[in-house]
């Protein structure tokens, strides 16, 4: 029988990645929290309906990414694909829409794509949220807490900032006819994902990979020509304000977004470092998303990161290691019933007053010999021995695994006496113990 395996795309992420997922959580929560985001927790599971209505019907997510499967009441529900259309159904849901509300979130989303590096089909997002300012100085404040971000994460010259307009939907609707009506007339030179968009989603073409679609959207109508005034305005305003804080962006003309409640302001994080799989947040302005999802029209703005492509990034760049810290401190090992209860109780003991430290017990049994074998693999600094000897004279033997020993010393072995172990470890681990009042 073949053994089972995880669902392609949908990875584990193992005790040596972790350290680096909880260093970005927890980065990214203290900054939010510094800036008066609150966290929301979401359901991983919506009524199809919602992002159908929300990231559009003709998107590549909803045509061909989504999970969607009918409960046993014959209901459709979808494993979400991103947390904008989830966080807006709770704003509206829970009455959270009477001002302005900062919002975040963050967990897995489910989208069936083809799985490569940076991409996978349950992936993992950071996503920030804020409702009821219309106003640009919202976009130029979610845009200065990434930034803050990337110098936190030591990933600064690793990215770059691109930022755009995509107008108000009669501004992209006006585009939309002048953008196909010239591709229209160099169908036959487009690839082929680009001819299928052509009638459904042409502004998507606008991001093709593609070279040869790059090359003949050099002499297409440009997006910023149909712009609104309002649109105009806003987004030199906005452009203004980053100028103002210091901040270096590019404005990329062919920037679009693949889901349809984006307006005006639309931007990305890129990083070459990567591969293909560049953008390592992105975001935008959608105001009519919560009216379209029935609340009270309100307007708002957002922004979503992959925490892989992050993870990915911050190892890349050397901004963590990884190598994996030591699995132990110290590892205790005892031979013996009577040095076992000694041991198990004076561990215990060190556990109640040195939580800064990782002392592992070996268990299982064995010699001393294979005991400290596991010791010396654990990467513990200090080896605790209890046998016969020790128990007799209420001592423990502090045997250190990584210092050279003296040239004719028994390899620096320490007898300590019971009720000094403590101290003993707090000398050795000075360096990695807070220091008490
Ligand atoms: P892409 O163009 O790379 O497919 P997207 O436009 O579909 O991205 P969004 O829906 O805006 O992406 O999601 C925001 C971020 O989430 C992306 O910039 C990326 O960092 C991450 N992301 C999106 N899809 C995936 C995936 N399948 N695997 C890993 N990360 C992803
Ligand atoms: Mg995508």
Same mark, same amino acid.
């Given at each position: 029988?073949?053994?089972?395996?995880?669902?392609?795309?949908?990875?584990?992420?193992?005790?040596?990645?972790?350290?680096?997922?909880?260093?970005?959580?927890?980065?990214?929560?203290?900054?939010?929290?510094?800036?008066?985001?609150?966290?929301i927790?979401?359901?991983?599971?919506?009524?199809?309906?919602?992002?159908?209505?929300?990231?559009?019907?003709?998107?590549?997510?909803?045509?061909?990414?989504?999970?969607?499967?009918?409960?046993?009441?014959?209901?459709?529900?979808?494993?979400?694909?991103?947390?904008?259309?989830?966080?807006?159904?709770a704003a509206i849901q829970q009455g959270l829409l009477g001002?302005?509300q900062?919002l975040?979130?963050?967990?897995?989303?489910?989208?069936?794509?083809?799985?490569?590096?940076?991409?996978?089909?349950?992936?993992?997002?950071?996503?920030?949220?804020?409702f009821?300012?219309?106003?640009?100085?919202?976009?130029?404040?979610?845009?200065?807490?990434?930034?803050?971000?990337?110098?936190?994460?030591?990933?600064?010259?690793?990215?770059?900032?691109?930022?755009?307009?995509?107008?108000?939907?009669?501004?992209?609707? &006006?585009?939309? *006819? !002048?953008?196909?009506? @010239?591709?229209?007339?160099?169908? %036959? /030179?487009?690839?082929?994902?680009?001819?299928?968009?052509?009638?459904?989603?042409?502004?998507?073409?606008?991001?093709?990979?593609?070279?040869?679609?790059?090359?003949?959207?050099?002499?297409?109508?440009?997006?910023?020509?149909?712009?609104?005034?309002?649109?105009?305005?806003?987004?030199?305003?906005?452009?203004?304000?980053?100028?103002?804080?210091?901040?270096?962006?590019?404005?990329?003309?062919?920037?679009?977004?693949?889901?349809?409640?984006?307006?005006?302001?639309?931007?990305?994080?890129?990083?070459?470092?990567?591969?293909?799989?560049?953008?390592?947040?992105?975001?935008?302005?959608?105001?009519?998303?919560?009216?379209?999802?029935?609340?009270?029209?309100?307007?708002?703005?957002?922004?979503?990161?992959?925490?892989?492509?992050?993870?990915?990034?911050?190892?890349?760049?050397?901004?963590?290691?990884? &190598?994996?810290? *030591? !699995?132990?401190?110290? @590892?205790?090992?005892?031979?013996? %019933? /009577?040095?076992?209860?000694?041991?198990?109780?004076?561990?215990?003991?060190?556990?109640?007053?040195?939580?800064?430290?990782?002392?592992?017990?070996?268990?299982?049994?064995?010699?001393?010999?294979?005991?400290?074998?596991?010791?010396?693999?654990?990467?513990?600094?200090?080896?605790?021995?209890?046998?016969?000897?020790?128990?007799?004279?209420?001592?423990?033997?502090?045997?250190?695994?990584?210092?050279?020993?003296?040239?004719?010393?028994?390899?620096?072995?320490?007898?300590?006496?019971?009720?000094?172990?403590?101290?003993?470890?707090?000398?050795?681990?000075?360096?990695?113990?807070?220091?008490?009042?």
């Open positions: 029988m073949s053994n089972i395996r995880a669902v392609r795309g949908m990875n584990d992420i193992l005790p040596d990645e972790t350290p680096h997922w909880r260093y970005l959580e927890r980065t990214v929560s203290r900054l939010l929290a510094s800036y008066g985001y609150g966290e927790r979401l359901p991983v599971v919506e009524q199809t309906d919602l992002f159908k209505r929300s990231i559009g019907e003709v998107t590549d997510i909803v045509e061909k990414e989504m999970y969607s499967f009918d409960d046993r009441n014959g209901e459709s529900l979808t494993l979400r694909p991103e947390g904008t259309a989830g966080c807006v159904r001002g302005p900062r975040w979130y963050a967990g897995p989303m489910f989208r069936y794509e083809r799985p490569q590096k940076g991409r996978q089909r349950q992936f993992h997002q950071i996503g920030v949220e804020a009821g300012v219309a106003s640009v100085d919202m976009d130029a404040e979610l845009i200065l807490l990434s930034a803050r971000l990337w110098r936190q994460l030591g990933l600064v010259d690793a990215v770059q900032l691109q930022v755009n307009s995509i107008g108000s939907s009669s501004a992209r609707r &006006a585009y939309r *006819s !002048a953008l196909v009506a @010239y591709l229209e007339s160099h169908r %036959d /030179a487009l690839d082929e994902d680009s001819q299928r968009r052509l009638h459904s989603n042409p502004l998507r073409i606008l991001d093709s990979k593609s070279p040869q679609t790059q090359a003949i959207l050099d002499g297409a109508p440009a997006l910023a020509d149909y712009l609104d005034d309002e649109a105009r305005s806003d987004f030199s305003r906005l452009c203004d304000l980053l100028q103002a804080a210091g901040l270096p962006y590019v404005v990329n003309p062919r920037l679009v977004r693949g889901l349809d409640y984006y307006n005006k302001t639309v931007f990305e994080w890129v990083t070459d470092r990567l591969g293909a799989q560049g953008t390592v947040c992105a975001g935008g302005r959608y105001d009519n998303l919560v009216e379209q999802l029935g609340g009270k029209a309100t307007p708002a703005v957002g922004f979503a990161m992959g925490m892989e492509r992050l993870v990915l990034l911050m190892l890349e760049t050397g901004a963590v290691e990884s &190598a994996g810290q *030591s !699995a132990a401190d110290v @590892y205790a090992v005892a031979v013996g %019933d /009577a040095a076992h209860r000694e041991a198990l109780a004076a561990v215990e003991s060190l556990r109640d007053h040195l939580d800064d430290l990782v002392i592992v017990q070996h268990t299982g049994g064995g010699s001393f010999k294979s005991q400290l074998k596991k010791a010396d693999k654990s990467g513990a600094r200090v080896a605790l021995i209890w046998g016969e000897d020790e128990v007799r004279a209420q001592t423990v033997t502090v045997k250190p695994l990584r210092e050279a020993a003296e040239p004719g010393e028994k390899s620096g072995q320490l007898s300590v006496p019971r009720e000094q172990l403590e101290a003993t470890l707090r000398t050795v681990f000075a360096d990695q113990i807070r220091q008490e009042e």
